[in-house]
C-alpha cells in the first residue's frame, strides 16, 4: 500500500466541507486536511515506503493548529508507530481494501492562536484582527503579529479558530487552483525555454 491508494480510501470517509492535500503547516505539510465549520482535522499517511523519522516534527506542527489528529498507516508501521504518539492521537490502519480504526482521535487542546493564525493569508488575520476592534494591525509584518498573537490576552482563541475555519473554507480553494495553474504556467514556460535552446543549437 502507498499513499495514493491509502488516500482514495480516506476521502470518501472525510463528509461536509472542505478536503485539502498538502496543506503547509508549521515546517512541515499535512497530507490530508478536513476542514468543517466545527473543527479541523489533520490526517498523516504513512505507507509501506514511508519512514517515521519525521513523525515527531508532523505531530508537533499538527499540535498546534489541529482539534484532531489522525495518523493512517499500514499495518508494517502500526507497532512502532504507537510507540510515538501520545492517547489522544488518532490512529487508523489501512489495507488493500479498507481503512479501520485502531483507535480514535481524542480533543486536541493544544491548538495555538499564532501558528494557526499562519495557515491563513496575512490580510485576512489582520481583516480579523480589525474586526475585534484592535488598532495598529494594518502595519505590522507577520512576525510583529505572531509575536501578538502569541503574547496577548486580546485575541480569543475560539473566535480565532471559528474564524480560521470559515475563512479556510471560502479561500482554500480558489488558493490551491491558483497555485495549480502558476505551476502549469511554469511547466509551459520551462518547455519553451528549452525548444529555443534546441533550436539555437
Request: hydrophobic content about 45%; aromatic content about 6%; charged content about 25%.
Amino acid at each position: 500500500m502507498n499513499d495514493p491508494d491509502i488516500r482514495a480510501l480516506l476521502y470518501p470517509l472525510l463528509l461536509e466541507g472542505v478536503v485539502v492535500d498538502e496543506l503547509p503547516t508549521g515546517s512541515t505539510r499535512a497530507d490530508v486536511v478536513h476542514i468543517t465549520e466545527h473543527f479541523m482535522h489533520g490526517y498523516e499517511v504513512k505507507g509501506d515506503g514511508d519512514t517515521l523519522q519525521r513523525v515527531q516534527n508532523q505531530l508537533r506542527c499538527y499540535a498546534e493548529v489541529y482539534d484532531f489528529v489522525t495518523f493512517i498507516v499500514t499495518e508494517k508501521h502500526l507497532p512502532k508507530l504507537l510507540l510515538l504518539l501520545p492517547e489522544w492521537v488518532g490512529v487508523m490502519v489501512a489495507s488493500a481494501t479498507e481503512i479501520r480504526p485502531h483507535r480514535p482521535a481524542a480533543y486536541n487542546g493544544g491548538v495555538q492562536p499564532a501558528p494557526l493564525a499562519r495557515l491563513l493569508l496575512l490580510e485576512d488575520v489582520k481583516q480579523f484582527l480589525l474586526a475585534q476592534g484592535l488598532t495598529g494591525v494594518s502595519t505590522m509584518r507577520g512576525a510583529e503579529i505572531g509575536k501578538f498573537l502569541r503574547t496577548s490576552p486580546l485575541v480569543p482563541l475560539s473566535r480565532l479558530a471559528w474564524f480560521a475555519r470559515h475563512r479556510l473554507m471560502a479561500s482554500l480553494p480558489q488558493r490551491l487552483l491558483g497555485r495549480i495553474e502558476r505551476r502549469a504556467e511554469r511547466v509551459v514556460l520551462k518547455r519553451l525555454a528549452e525548444r529555443r535552446k534546441q533550436r539555437k543549437r
